[in-house]
Every structure is written in structure tokens, then in C-alpha cells.
Nanobody
Framework: QVQLVESGGGLVQSGGSLRLSCVAS????????MDWYRQAPGKQRELVAT???????SYADSVKGRFTISRDTAWNTVYLQMDNLKAEDTAVYLC?????????????WGQGTQVTISS
């Protein structure tokens, strides 16, 4: 089991920055990738950024050049640095961990943190 707790959300003006954190606890050594998703009211959940165990990173086109995902070596914490924020970035941001075991793959969600950008 993996537990995920996000923090760092808030209200900022357009052009501002926020740094989200996702703290993982439990059996974290089986994590092989973690993602940040976001969900705005009335919209589908959207994959924002991914980081894998070999350090590979990928981003949604809408955030490339503005957001940076990073993690500590032990998968204890994953970060999402968000710069040059826009009103359309307003959403609940959720952390997602993917694990691999001999018995299969299991995925976990955090509860989310609200990000609101004022224009």
C-alpha cells in the first residue's frame, strides 16, 4: 500500500508560481513512476507530468516550458514546480503513483490540492 498526500496549492495571480509536493508513505520501494494529474470543474482529468524511476520526464503540451516535475531518490516526495501560471491552470491537482509487484501492478491516488489562478 502507498499513501499519497499533496500540498502546496493555493490562490495566486496570473504569472505567478507555485510548488506542489506529494509525500509518499508505505511501500514506496515498488514505485516505478509517478504522475501529476489535474481536474478542472466540468472537465476530464488531465495528465500533466510524469517522472519515472530512470529519471525520464514528460509533460502535457499545455504546460511544457512552464512546469517541472522532480522527485527525491527514494520516491518519498515528488514535486511539481509551476511557473508563469495561467487562469486555465486552475484545477485540483492530484498525485498518482504506479507500483509493480510480482502479483501485478497497483496504482494509488492522493486526495488532491486546489490550485486557483486569478487573472
Amino acid at each position: 500500500q502507498v499513501q499519497l498526500v499533496e500540498s502546496g496549492g493555493g490562490l495566486v495571480q496570473s504569472g505567478g508560481s507555485l510548488r506542489l509536493s506529494c509525500v509518499a508513505s508505505g511501500t514506496t520501494f515498488n514505485i516505478y513512476a509517478m504522475d501529476w494529474y489535474r481536474q478542472a470543474p466540468g472537465k476530464q482529468r488531465e495528465l500533466v507530468a510524469t517522472i519515472t524511476s530512470d529519471g525520464s520526464r514528460s509533460y502535457a503540451d499545455s504546460v511544457k516550458g512552464r512546469f517541472t516535475i522532480s522527485r527525491d531518490t527514494a520516491w518519498n516526495t515528488v514535486y511539481l514546480q509551476m511557473d508563469n501560471l495561467k487562469a486555465e491552470d486552475t484545477a485540483v491537482y492530484l498525485c498518482y503513483a504506479r507500483t509493480s509487484w510480482d502479483t501485478g501492478e497497483y496504482d494509488y491516488w492522493g486526495q488532491g490540492t486546489q490550485v486557483t489562478i486569478s487573472s
